[in-house]
């Protein structure tokens, strides 16, 4: 597990503001979430650029490629160089065609983006699994350990993926769509495997189920909530997706028979 | 001013889901948000295609093609078509060229692109006023009036502007960058002015006060928080920036000087 993001140096930075409120003015420290551009390469050509939490680049890099179609499954990467002045250079044994009709989506994250073929197109079968309720409570717990950006900057997400009984990865970002492209990318990358449950504290939307859904993972869960397309792609891909999930707590909108007592 | 969304149909739909606890399982009903996709053409020609909240969609393409570029101020454009099937027809009087190279960004919306040209382009100066905290409060109160799908669903943004002592637009999206795009939108079609204040329940990443600021909206606020590159740009722009913005405080992170006591 890397470390979490709070004891990593370069990630936030502290700002005076000044607090109005009926009792007048006075000054405060607060802490703000880096936010920097990298642009991705693929094999030497310039995929696209997005904004990001400047730390997993690798993991990132590697899931956004995936989230646009380029990079399909692990294995295909064979290199990836992180360059200091904002790009990320990978090198893979695909081509590099770009997807036909792209669809902006809804996502709070880099990777905004999703070909309508994606969307419309039919699902591998999800890497199967179940996991205990106690498992479960155990993960959401561990993940909010693991993102002390977030309470610090209230402008990041966090997503983590349990697999085998522990945490087995955990990434922040100032997009919520990175921070589960940096997950998919340790899946892509070979650190991790799909067959385990993802938890992002950002919204279920289309993309950000269709990506989880795409790479095989069974159980996907969230914070806060989906949206009716993003249950609708749940449904068609047969994952469970749950809701509002909290140590004690958990709401199953599709497929809870993957979640045991 | 439009109808709260909640009075809307067509917004929200009912589920129900299997709720996990220690006590056990149980059944509840949950409203999930409408996500759906649509593509927006200007003059004929196809420029996106984005996952919205399927209301005040006039808005939304007009704020879109704002946001990538192609639209640049209000009086631009003539004509906007909303067709059942999922597509906005903008005309205007404007060259469709797209803009040379886009950042994908870390909004939750769909016009989650920026060109770099954007990015470290001068601004324009910002329209200027003033606005007292009380004036303030009575927004931020406002704005919660207006977005009960906020509350209901989990799973939208809210956005308003306040101008003239009133909350002069209100739009809830599925995606962060949808929901200021409606309310720019609304500018654009000469429905407001950028002389006021927004108020968006998203976080303050550099695209959101961007466009915002190329718009020449003075004061920007957040019900969160912004990123260390959201305030870099309200700092470049000028633009006062608050967050964590609630009835009784408002934290400014740059020129607080617009808030009159």
Chains 1, 2 share one sequence.
């Not at 680049?57 to 995936?66: N, P, V, Y």
């Not at 309470?151 to 922040?172: A, I, N, R």
């Amino acid at each position: 597990m890397p470390l979490p993001t709070s004891l990593q140096p370069g990630l936030s930075i502290t700002q005076t503001t000044t607090v109005l409120s009926p009792g007048g003015r006075s000054e405060q420290l607060e802490q703000l979430a880096i936010e920097t551009p990298y642009t991705i390469a693929l094999n030497d050509e310039t995929i696209g650029a997005s904004m990001v939490l400047p730390v997993g680049l690798e993991e990132f890099a590697a899931g956004f490629l995936f989230g646009q179609g380029y990079i399909k499954k692990p294995g295909e990467i064979r290199e990836i160089l992180v360059c200091p002045e904002g790009r990320v250079a990978v090198y893979a044994d695909v081509e590099v065609s770009a997807p036909k009709e792209v669809i902006i989506t809804s996502g709070c994250g880099g990777t905004g983006k999703i070909s309508r073929e994606m969307l419309e197109g039919a699902f591998e079968p999800l890497q199967e699994c179940r996991i205990s309720f106690a498992e479960i409570s155990d993960f959401i717990r561990q993940a909010l350990q693991y993102s002390p950006l977030g309470p610090q900057t209230h402008c990041v997400h966090g997503c983590g993926l349990w697999q085998d009984g522990g945490l087995k990865v955990f990434f922040e970002d100032v997009g919520r769509h990175n921070a589960v492209d940096k997950v998919l990318g340790a899946i892509l990358l070979g650190r991790a495997t799909p067959r385990g449950a993802i938890y992002t504290t950002g919204r279920l939307t289309s993309d950000m189920v269709l990506k989880c859904a795409r790479i095989g993972i069974p159980i996907i869960m969230s914070r806060t909530a989906p949206s009716s397309l993003g249950l609708a792609i749940a449904r068609s891909a047969g994952a469970t997706l749950a809701a509002y999930a909290r140590p004690d707590r958990l709401n199953v909108f599709n497929a809870p028979e993957r979640i045991i007592d």
